[in-house]
Every structure is written in C-alpha cells, then in structure tokens.
C-alpha cells in the first residue's frame, strides 16, 4: 500500500509538470509572430491535448483509488475471518477444559 501512496505522488508531480508545460508553451505562442488566428487555433489545441491528458490521469487516479479500496476490504474480511476462526477455536478450547474439569470433580 506505500507503494501505492508514492505512486500517486509521482502522478501529482507528473501532471504539475504536464500542466507548466502547457502553460509555458502557451505563453510562447503568444510572443510567437504569428497572427491571431494561427495563435488562437494553436492555444486550442494545446488547451484540448492538456484537457485530454488531465481526464486521462484522473480516469487512472480514480481506478488507483478504487483498486486500493478493494484490496484493502478484501484484506479487511480475511483478518474478520481470521479473527472468527480464532474465537472459535477459542470456544471450543474452552468447552473441552470445561468438559476435562467436570470429569475431574
């Protein structure tokens, strides 16, 4: 599971750099020479290929997430399990003790 928390850090810095790229080229094609339109098509499609690569973290982040809540009631209902069997054999110790000192008086 610490695994899974470094990789969601790395995710966060990847996207941060992802992002300062995209606004870093956007802030050069507008010092680019070009004229408004050619500027204004190009920050479009910048802004949609960012916009693309954002949902696409998110979709991963979402499945890391609920990936990591699935492991984690999977593992939750073993140790129920585990601890049940335990209180079981516990009882059941207990009946035999019980069962041993009645023969005994």
Known sequence: MADECRGSGAGSLLLAFVMGAAIGGGLALLAAPR???ETRD??????????????DYT??????????LE????????QADLIKAAVEAGKEAMEEE???????A
């Open 35 to 37: 004229s408004g339109r």
């Open 42 to 55: 190009k920050i479009r499609g910048l802004a949609d290929e960012v916009q693309e690569r954002v949902k």
């Open 59 to 68: 979709t991963q982040a979402e499945d890391r997430v609920k990936a990591t």
């Open 71 to 78: 492991e984690g009631r999977e593992l939750l209902k073993e």
């Open 98 to 104: 019980r069962a041993k000192h009645k023969k005994t």
